[in-house]
T-cell receptor, first 115, second 112 residues
Framework: DVKVTQSSRYLVKRTGEKVFLECVQD?????MFWYRQDPGLGLRLIYF???????EKGDIPEGYSVSREKKERFSLILESASTNQTSMYLC??????????????FGPGTRLTVT | DQQVKQNSPSLSVQEGRISILNCDYT??????FLWYKKYPAEGPTFLIS?????DKNEDGRFTVFLNKSAKHLSLHIVPSQPGDSAVYFC???????????FGAGTTVTVRA
């Protein structure tokens, strides 16, 4: 079974703090993704990575950065947390080779509250 | 601008009846479509997918229909069960890249 784990389920941070969200996958997937989920907006892509040390901006990268030093680990960084970054953050991974059925596998999510 | 739209935020259905969830997309480059199911405080889990070369795909109680000309897909759940109560997300991608575009989700409530 594919497993995607995220370092924290719930996190409370203060405005201006630097926040690190960690994601680890154990299926040797090349692709990794960070999304945020907000009511009425669905999942929106923040950043993604096709390979180690590679990163691409998604639809809403402002206020975020990422790091991928190892294939299995993809970190999301909030340089200076703000209240509008209060959200559910979801990490996902997928293989680069497509089969007949292809999907992204998601972690359990981190509920981040910025006060 | 959202390229994938789920216009019904919620759906309530009686146990044993059919649930029909709808999804529309605008990007004609999309050629692969997925449905994910999400329970509160959990990550989304993959449910079923369909390639643009097909117009129907079935997996047990779940069937997805694709109408390319209308840029519309639907998910049918028959019969609906209480455990189906969850948020369902429609997603789409182009085989040119690996990025998924998601709809806003539909919350399904199955009444006993």
């Amino acid at each position: 079974d594919v497993k995607v784990t995220q370092s924290s389920r719930y996190l409370v941070k203060r405005t201006g703090e630097k926040v690190f969200l960690e994601c680890v996958q154990d299926m040797d997937h090349e692709n990794m993704f960070w999304y945020r989920q907000d009511p009425g907006l669905g999942l929106r892509l923040i950043y993604f990575s096709y390979d180690v040390k590679m990163k691409e901006k998604g639809d809403i990268p402002e206020g975020y950065s990422v790091s991928r030093e190892k294939k299995e680990r993809f970190s999301l960084i909030l340089e200076s947390a703000s209240t509008n970054q209060t959200s559910m953050y979801l990490c996902a991974s997928s293989p680069s080779q497509r089969g007949p059925s292809y999907e992204q596998y998601f972690g359990p999510g981190t509920r981040l509250t910025v006060t | 601008d959202q390229q994938v739209k789920q216009n019904s935020p919620s759906l309530s259905v009686q146990e044993g009846r059919i649930s029909i969830l709808n999804c529309d997309y605008t990007n004609s480059m999309f050629d692969y479509f997925l449905w994910y199911k999400k329970y509160p405080a959990e990550g989304p889990t993959f449910l079923i997918s369909i390639s643009s070369i097909k117009d129907k795909n079935e997996d047990g109680r779940f069937t997805v229909f694709l109408n390319k000309s209308a840029k519309h897909l639907s998910l049918h759940i028959v019969p609906s069960q209480p455990g189906d109560s969850a948020v369902y997300f429609c997603a789409a991608e182009s085989s040119n890249d690996y990025k998924l575009s998601f709809g806003a989700g539909t919350t399904v409530t199955v009444r006993a």
